[in-house]
């Protein structure tokens, strides 16, 4: 337990008057903008995004250089920002079926209507330090036209539209359905989490959740624990429409877009209830590029769904209390950083007593003790 | 529903997405002169997004999205609306304003054709030019044969 302390004002204004010169480095150089953070930093954007649950990239921007960086902090301090909000409106489903698709690719079909595009992508880089971007003002910034490549052999039903692989296999059954079954999705901003909980509240937890922790978790079912032999059926990103209702309208209206990316797994087939077998499925779904996050939540909502196919929860990855009360990365450096606050109390009566105890046995054992 | 809501509709969605700083300007001929009554102050605040488990399925919460929304009165009574995306208020107002003098059949052609017509081409335009890089990264991959059989 931590106490109340008084007194430390003007060391605590200083030391953030350091951390603001800290913050801002050598004067010698220009001062980092907002807009240049969002514009060319947009994956650490994107993650402040997802996981500080607001979409909103000038903010996190701003999060990001208030927070110098620690991208845990700028999503604590976006969580905070949204909490002065107030919640107007609730949207329509967002259709990733009709997203504008900038990147889509499949690891189970090599041909699919509306083939594979490759978007802007780390993959196939070799990793190798880019030293042009060392030497300033010398990076490649055109657009890639389809002229400056050699034309890649036309696939044959290309610029069809881009059906979902998932629901090629739904259709021939070989698939669990996703179905709607029209409820009114759980909402953990407005009622806390209760065990078990229903899948909606666990993949609005995850999407929250802390990347690094879920990505741990998601490998942990790979190498064994909670194995669920996942193929990353198709992992898209684009823009999606964002449609609102207002209720003193009466009619939708489309008031933007937003960047996601969406991943759906197709997990190890298993023997249903009603004897048939399937192959079955994780979600994964986050704000902008964010594609490893995206995996690594379609790969946790698959371990979470052990009960459903009467699997044994006995790894982590399938505990959903441990889980879901240990991804918010919020909460949790909140708890350990608590650490800092003054214990002093606390400490010293756990001193008093070990002092004690020590007395006690030096007075028990003293010949021992000193040999 | 009705052709004139179909048209609102339009119109709104246009003046939602585009830049702020490009319908600020186009607008200004249009409501230099025009008076409005502020029914609802340009005001911050936030949505809630929904998604489907699997793209398809039951919905669930993704997050939320900020947005600012403005309600104004034109001189001849009609209601302007606007919601957009982001936290812009001067956006948000001028796009309420055009809505209520779009309601109105004499300004309609002119406010269509000088500020949400070339609004939408700028749009369009820049879906055009995402989905062309896009589609320079199509790709067909070959399977190769490995090794023994």
Known sequence: MYVAVKGGEKAISQAHKLLAKRRRGDTGLAELSVAQIREQLPLAVDRVMTEGSIHDPELAALAIKQAAGDLVEAIFLLRAYRTTLSRFYVSEAIDTGGMRVERRISATFKDLPGGQVLGSTFDYTHRLLDFRLLAEGD?????????????????????????????????????????????????????????????????????????????????????????????????????????????????????????????????????????????????????????????????????????????ERSSPAQQEEFVLSHCDNVEASGFVSHLKLPHYVDFQSELELLRRLQSETDVAQPVEEQA | MNEIEDSRRNWMSVLAQAPAEELVELAEPFLAGAGFTTVRAPQIGLAQVRARMGGTGSRFNLGDVTITRCVVQSAAGHYGHAYIRGRNKPHALRAAQLDALLQEKALRGGIEQQVVAPLRRMQEQKQRQRADETAATRVNFFTLVRGED
Do not use: W
């Open chain 1, 139 to 311: 990076a490649e910034t055109s657009s890639p036209t389809a002229r400056d490549s050699e034309p890649e052999p036309e696939p044959e039903e290309e610029a069809g539209p881009m059906g979902r692989v998932l629901q090629m296999l739904e259709r021939e059954g070989l698939l669990v359905p996703e179905q709607d079954d029209d409820q009114l999705p759980a909402d953990i901003t407005e009622v806390a989490r209760s065990y078990p909980c229903d899948r909606s509240a666990r993949l609005q937890s995850l999407v929250r959740g802390d990347e690094g922790f879920l990505l741990a978790l998601a490998y942990s079912t790979q190498r064994g624990y909670g194995r669920n032999h996942p193929f990353a059926g198709e992992i898209r990103v684009g823009e999606v429409s964002l449609t609102l209702i207002p209720e003193e309208l009466g009619f939708p209206v489309e008031i933007g877009t937003l960047q996601v990316t969406e991943c759906e797994m197709i997990n190890g087939f298993t023997r249903l209830p009603d004897g048939e077998v399937k192959f079955t499925r994780g979600y994964g779904l986050a704000f902008g590029q964010s594609e490893r996050k995206s995996m690594a939540m379609a790969l946790v909502d698959r371990a979470l769904q052990a009960d459903d196919y009467d699997e």
